[in-house]
């Protein structure tokens, strides 16, 4: 999975990459443009579990990468068309807001972004449909992209449109900025720490129709720099029950409805993360193509059986392993075992 970290200047927002990566980004950087990259690996009691019972060579979790993007104005969205490709290329953006500082106001921040991601796209849109003009050869797509068009210029973000799986296939290439999944990050003061969302923020979000999180950045940046074993005095200290990254894979794995499937064995017992409602030939795909091309079955079991039982030769003996298609529908946390010929 693929973050990308977007905020105005000033609002935290390498901060915030800093206590979700552990690295030591330099903070403040007043006029520089620098991309920063981190990769955090998804915390997972029930892969410490079946690590301890394989005892495999290797334990491999599913990761989160991080893009902390430059401060965003309308003006690089428009213009730097590089950066622009580059925010197309994540799965979801976490929208920093600033809540640290008596009079802000992270909600008019909110809507400031939001219309400079909605420009970005009417532009592609715009650039796309005087192609199209001069083709004069893909009706539907002309079609679709009036449609998006329309409400792009009434500042609707494309998300809350509804498209065919027909007309998802045609927009999946353009990576529009406003039909990604979005989580908007209240960056909050150290003695705000621990506290919710105000009520305000949280209606103005449901209307929106958006997801969002508060977190102290600066707090919780220097917390997440210390020993692990020195973390959870701190954190108790200033009332947070759960450090921020916790809070921040779950609010991202429910708002892309991510679950994750497991293999296991002496050579690695891995996470592989997929979207619910994932068939199983699909989900071989995650691990190779030429398992997803040559599938024939998968053998799948329950964590919690296997558990239960002990050992794959007893979860058989119980009836507990069964054998499914390319078309089930994989469930969090089943155990699997891909059977194909190539």
């Not at 579990?49 to 989160?64: D, G, H, M, N, V």
């Not at 622009?84 to 807001?97: C, F, G, K, P, S």
């Not at 106001?105 to 192609?131: F, G, H, S």
Request: with cysteine.
């Amino acid at each position: 999975m693929k973050v990308g970290l977007i905020g105005h200047r000033g609002a935290g927002k390498t901060t915030i990459f800093n206590m979700l990566t552990g690295l030591r980004a330099q903070v403040g950087g007043f006029g520089k443009e620098e991309v920063h990259l981190g990769v955090i690996k998804v915390p997972d009691e029930r892969i410490d579990r079946l690590s301890q019972i394989f005892k495999p060579k290797k334990t491999t979790y599913a990761e989160i990468r991080f893009t902390d993007f430059p401060p965003q104005t309308e003006d690089n969205l428009k213009s730097n068309n590089a950066l622009v490709m580059q925010m197309r290329e994540v799965d979801a953006i976490a929208l920093v807001l600033r809540d640290f500082e008596s009079g802000g106001a992270p909600m008019r921040e909110l809507a400031d972004l939001l219309t400079e991601m909605i420009l970005a796209d009417l532009t592609v849109v715009e650039n796309r449909r005087n192609r199209l003009k001069k083709e004069k050869a893909r009706p539907q797509e002309e079609e679709l992209l009036e449609r998006c068009a329309k409400a792009l210029e009434n500042e609707q973000s494309l998300r809350t449109l509804n498209f065919s799986a027909e007309e998802e296939n045609l927009l999946s290439g353009f990576g529009f900025l406003s039909r990604k999944p979005l989580l908007a990050l209240f960056n909050q003061a150290e003695d705000k720490a621990g506290q919710p969302l105000a009520p305000s923020y949280r209606e103005e979000l449901q209307r929106r129709d958006l997801e969002g999180l508060a977190l102290a950045g600066k707090v919780e940046m220097e917390i997440a720099q210390l020993e692990e074993s020195d973390r959870a005095a701190f954190l108790k200290e200033l009332g947070i029950t759960e450090p921020a990254r916790n809070r921040f894979i779950r609010a991202s794995y429910h708002l892309l409805d991510l679950i994750s499937f497991f293999t296991v064995g002496e050579d690695e017992v891995r996470a592989w993360t997929i979207t619910q409602g994932t068939h199983a030939r699909q989900a071989a795909g995650k691990i190779h193509s030429d398992i997803e091309r040559g599938f024939i079955r998968a053998e799948v079991i329950a964590y919690a059986d296997f558990i239960a039982h002990g050992s794959e030769a007893k979860c058989k003996e119980a009836g507990k392993l069964r054998l499914e298609g390319k078309d089930y529908i994989v469930k969090d946390a089943d155990i699997i075992h891909f059977r194909f010929a190539v």
